[in-house]
Nanobody, 127 residues
Framework: QVQLVESGGGLVQAGGSLRLSCTASGPTFRTYNLGWFRRAPGQEREFVAAMARSGAITNHADSVKGRFTISRDNAKNTVYLQMNSLQPEDTAVYYC????????????????????WGQGTQVTVSS
């Protein structure tokens, strides 16, 4: 069983930056594909970014490409989401997820392929 705990959310002005962290329990962190998703009020859960367990290949949603970057530190059992140039439309609850499925070199965009989810952290961007 893997437990994920997010941190780093908060209130920021448009154009600002935040870095989200998600720390996992357990010794097998490096064997998981990792992802970030978000859900804005009244909207469906949306893919944000994913990283294959190889650590070398990432995939970002078009809406955040060039502004957000996913990364991982296996020594710290942590996955990060660096968010720059934040806009009001980025306001949402952000969730990290871990998957024991899939291939080591293919990031996973589908939320149904993730086994474990964090509790979420709120990001609010003011205009």
């Amino acid at each position: 069983q893997v437990q994920l705990v997010e941190s780093g959310g908060g209130l920021v002005q448009a154009g600002g930056s935040l870095r989200l962290s998600c720390t996992a329990s357990g010794p097998t962190f490096r064997t998981y594909n990792l992802g970030w998703f978000r859900r804005a009020p009244g909207q469906e859960r949306e893919f944000v970014a994913a990283m294959a367990r190889s650590g070398a290949i990432t995939n970002h949603a078009d809406s955040v490409k060039g502004r957000f970057t996913i990364s991982r530190d296996n020594a710290k059992n942590t996955v990060y989401l660096q968010m720059n140039s934040l806009q009001p439309e980025d306001t949402a609850v952000y969730y990290c997820a871990a998957s024991s499925q899939g291939f080591p070199t293919i990031p996973i965009r589908r939320p149904d392929l993730y086994n474990y989810w964090g509790q979420g952290t709120q990001v609010t961007v003011s205009s």
